[in-house]
């Protein structure tokens, strides 16, 4: 069993990868691979609702130049997935929401059905609001969230003080612990069939 884990800070060894390395230890600790991918610094498109990936470049963005097809290709061969982002203005990074929502809309087929998580990264406050951005369009995807003994959140600002936030640290190991446990309870069983989807609008 393979956990992609998407740091989704500009800072490579910062306070978001302290978080996700964390629980990286904890998965392969239970036998469970895990792999960081680094956002970095280079830019991330949005999309532009070109839809090419769908009629055109079936599961693949159309822009080739960037992260996206890379972690699309990654969640061929894994088994779930852990974002962490650190909160900008209670938002998580908008490079890591560009990722996410073109990766998802364009390999939705390999993210379908895999257990997800998100970990947010603050000074103080706007955590869970950011939380709550980044677990909305696993909901779309039929992805089952993964939860910890607490909101999945660690505190620092400054580089390293993540690693002093005790309780955060606890939490980190406590949704790996959740998240291989999700897989064992998962493992071998048959992908549901869901009814075609009905979508709709209020306009009449």
Known sequence: MKVLLINGSPRKAGNTYLALNEAAKELEKAGVSAEIVQLGTQPVRSCIACNSCKTKNENRC???????????????????????????????NGGLLSLIQRALYSGGAYFTGKPAAAVAVCRRGGATAALQSLTMPFQILHMPLVTSQYWNIVYGRDAGEAALDQEGMQT??????????????????????????QSMNFIR
């Open 62 to 92: 159309v822009f080739d130049d960037d992260l996206c097809n890379r972690v699309t290709e990654k969640m061929k061969e894994a088994d779930a997935l852990i974002i962490g982002s650190p909160v900008y203005y209670g938002q998580p």
């Open 172 to 197: 980190m190991r406590s949704l790996a612990i959740n998240m291989v446990r999700m897989l064992k309870a998962m493992e071998g069983q048959e992908k549901p069939i869901y009814e075609a989807r």
